[in-house]
């Protein structure tokens, strides 16, 4: 009998561990779609103002100097450390990490197999030697607006402006519809 009781106790500590687990996860990646969301706009936001302003070698300048401002701030607000990547990226401090590089190219086959971009996400939660992490990832698709620095035909004032902020960029070449990149989101969890 004390067998089974003991059996009994510890198989609903592994139900109500899961559970916490579960219901952990799915609290994270509530709160980084939300911070994906804020990101995308406030990223969105200074472009489209910076290019009103001064035109797409000004939104590049901005890009440049204000994207970095603006993930902290969100990273920062929400608790969550928020940033994007891509597997052809501008920015070096935006290359991927092999498990990054590893979703991006799963986006990239399941946007071939004909998934809707605006369905595509993936979350997983993971022991690395600092504990627990939840990671999260959404495709960045490449939108009519993001052709100016990013299509394959550059103006030449702005292809000159991508040079001298970013010597190794390797982010043109798109067309709309493209996968440009990911949001990323991590959290420590419990």
Known sequence: MPKILLTGI???GFVAGSLAMAAEADEFTAAA???VAA???ELKAALGGAIKEGGPVHAIKVCNMHAPEIAARVSA???????????RVRNPANAPTDWQREVLQSFEQRLRRGEAPATI??????TTPAGVEHRYMKPIMTGALCLTCHGATLAPEV???IRERYPQDQATGFGVGDLRGAFVVTARGD
């Open 10 to 12: 510890l198989l609903a």
């Open 33 to 35: 779609r939300s911070a």
């Open 39 to 41: 990101l995308g706009s």
């Open 77 to 87: 607000q929400t608790g969550l450390t928020v940033g994007r990547t891509a597997l």
């Open 121 to 126: 996400e993936w979350q997983t939660t993971v």
């Open 159 to 161: 292809a000159a402006a």
